[in-house]
């Protein structure tokens, strides 16, 4: 399983930006998809979720709200637009996703993108 973060940037508090993520190597649709991120001095964390057909997304309570997870099944992507960012969303996000098809929890993903880094200005 390969995956393929980008659209990572600086931008200014109250600005947006969108990440996009590639994946390839198995078929798409079958997994859940997420978003992790990973402050300077701190723990990676948990972002967002989706499940294989977008019927359901979860999200960590700081970003509700304002972020929202998306995927295209054709594309094999999945998104995560980024709203209203504060400089505490600076940090390197991951896409990841699990080894067993239909997972919808919020454990440790078994796959991992390369990272794209945010940084939010004050």
């Known amino acids: 399983v390969q995956l393929q973060a980008f659209g990572g940037g600086l931008v200014q508090a109250g600005g947006s930006l969108r990440l996009s993520c590639a994946a390839s190597g198995r078929t798409f649709n079958l997994y859940g998809m997420g978003w992790f991120r990973q402050a300077p001095g701190k723990e990676r964390e948990f972002v967002a979720q989706?499940?294989?057909?977008?019927?359901?997304?979860d999200y960590a309570d700081s970003v509700k709200g304002r972020f929202t997870i998306s995927r295209d099944n054709v594309q094999n992507t999945v998104y995560l637009q980024m709203n209203s960012l504060k400089p505490e969303d600076t940090a390197v996000y991951y896409c990841?996703?699990?080894?067993?098809?239909?997972?919808?929890?919020?454990?440790?993903?078994?796959?991992w993108g390369q990272g794209t880094q945010v940084t939010v200005s004050s």
């Open positions: 990841a996703t699990y080894k067993t098809p239909y997972y919808t929890g919020r454990g440790t993903p078994d796959y």
């Open positions: 989706i499940t294989t057909i977008g019927q359901r997304t």
